[in-house]
């Protein structure tokens, strides 16, 4: 069946960067598009980044720039590092299968201190 298992999550102090993984099995992942979400206390879950089949990316604008997904089709990982971090970037980021019906991971706490 479809499992997608993140790690990589943490604590941080502002500014500091975190590297997440996904790491994927049960479907065909080259030709899947994979996306990173998070959801802060509070708040509804959000995109922050989504890379297709042929590696195209797309971005929530406040993360441009710091924050960049990759994929090795290889290792079946979707990964996501996190650069020049802020508090507010704190949440559950989960990495998601776009597909219908989707498929979420169990999420991976990011916690940025100030």
């Known amino acids: 069946q479809v499992q997608l298992v993140e790690s990589g999550g943490g604590l941080v102090q502002a500014g500091g960067s975190l590297r997440l993984s996904c790491a994927a099995s049960?479907?065909?992942?080259?030709?899947?598009?994979m996306g990173w979400y998070r959801q802060a206390p509070g708040k509804q879950r959000e995109l922050v980044a989504s890379?297709?089949?042929?590696?195209?990316?797309e971005y929530r604008v406040s993360m441009k720039g710091r924050f960049t997904i990759s994929r090795d089709n290889a290792k079946n990982t979707v990964t996501l590092q996190m650069n020049s971090l802020e508090p507010e970037d704190t949440a559950v980021y989960y990495c998601?299968?776009?597909?219908?019906?989707?498929?979420w991971g169990q999420g991976t706490q990011v916690t940025v201190s100030s």
């Open positions: 890379i297709n089949h042929l590696g195209s990316t």
């Open positions: 998601k299968r776009q597909s219908i019906p989707p498929y």
């Open positions: 049960g479907f065909m992942f080259r030709s899947s598009t």
